[in-house]
């Protein structure tokens, strides 16, 4: 795993949960130990990355982070945010798409900086997201590609529309594909996967469609979907609620078949993760909460009575409450 900061993610979740100053500090002295210093700028390199040709002769490669991460810099100065966005994310072309699978490499950590960039209106975040996701690999791509093109092939053929929950329990009801990842891979992924079952894993993952007029439904599914695994639960609804913002406060783009495009390569990532988790507990769809408000305050530190503050998003407090099994009309008097 390449140049991941959590410091950002940590110091601006706090600060939208209305942390103190001395909270916030904490959260910052938490993580800063595993920093590193950055490698030598050359501002001709930096240059050189203007030409697309060469551009990708220095993606994949995280000595050349800070060179990517100045160079973002000043597109988006010259270009705004969301032009650059669009040129290097969506653009459908060769580069772009390349960028958007190495998005999602880390386990995801590069749309996750994007996510939390575009809603606090960072460009600089930005910069460092999209630095991120150029010296990430881009192994991904044959997947999210492969899915496309499948699903494209079987457009329009009247077939029942499943749910991403229905998908997961077929692929861990697939022989092949439950057990093709290994115990000794040292990625489950890369190494087990995409390596013993990547036919089998695309033919089921691009069955996984959305339309224009789905895109609100498909992201709540996103996150009931993560919800339904316990044991990964705060990540994955992290990165739900994170795709959330690159999908609907990109302004004025991404275009409703961009938003699905991300929407689907989020769920296909996920499908990955969750493959790799025990079957949802039984618990999971139990309607009560299974936790008071109370735990979330003595055991995470969180004071959720802050969470109605003006600088809080709806959304954070749903995380919140997400995370302990709380439904959104839990009251914190309950």
């Known amino acids: 795993m390449h140049c991941q900061n959590h410091i950002a993610h940590h110091l601006l979740t706090l600060f939208a949960l209305n942390a103190s100053p001395a909270e916030i500090q904490q959260g910052y002295d938490t993580n800063v130990s595993y920093q590193r210093p950055p490698e030598p700028l050359k501002d001709s390199i930096v240059d050189d990355m203007h030409k697309p040709e060469r551009f990708k002769t220095y993606l994949g490669n995280e000595k050349y982070y800070h060179d990517f991460l100045v160079f973002f810099q000043k597109e988006i100065n010259a270009k705004s945010w969301q032009n650059v966005l669009d040129e290097y994310l969506f653009a459908n072309d060769d ?36 630095a991120q996701a150029a010296v990430h690999d881009s192994w991904m791509a044959p997947l999210f590609l492969g899915c496309e093109k499948a699903a494209e092939a079987n457009r329009g053929k009247d077939k029942p529309k499943k749910t991403i929950v229905q998908l997961l329990q077929e692929a861990k009801n697939d022989a092949k594909l439950s057990k093709a990842a290994h115990f000794e891979d040292g990625n489950k992924i890369r190494e087990g996967i995409l390596k013993r079952a990547p036919d089998e894993m695309i033919a089921l993952a691009s ?56 929407l689907l390569h989020a769920l296909r990532q996920l499908q ?34 802050r969470l109605s503050g003006p600088p809080v998003r709806r959304s954070h407090k749903l995380l919140a409450q997400a995370a302990l099994g709380l439904g959104p009309g839990y009251q914190e008097g309950e």
């Open 95 to 130: 580069r772009a798409n390349d960028m958007l699978s190495r998005l999602y490499a880390g386990f995801l950590h590069p749309i996750i900086h994007l996510g939390f960039g575009i809603e606090f209106q960072q460009p600089a975040i930005m910069a460092e997201a999209l």
């Open 207 to 262: 069955q996984y469609t959305i339309e224009e007029d789905e895109l609100e439904e498909k992201t709540a599914e996103m996150i009931n979907a993560a919800g339904s695994h316990a044991l990964a639960l705060p990540y994955l609804i992290l990165q739900a609620d994170q795709h959330t913002s690159v999908l609907h406060q990109h302004s004025p783009t991404p275009t409703p078949r961009h938003q699905i495009r991300l």
């Open 272 to 305: 990955f993760l969750l493959l790799r988790l025990p079957l949802p507990h039984p618990l999971a769809n139990r309607k009560a909460p299974l936790t008071r408000m109370e735990s979330l305050e003595r055991h995470h530190h969180v004071h959720i009575a």
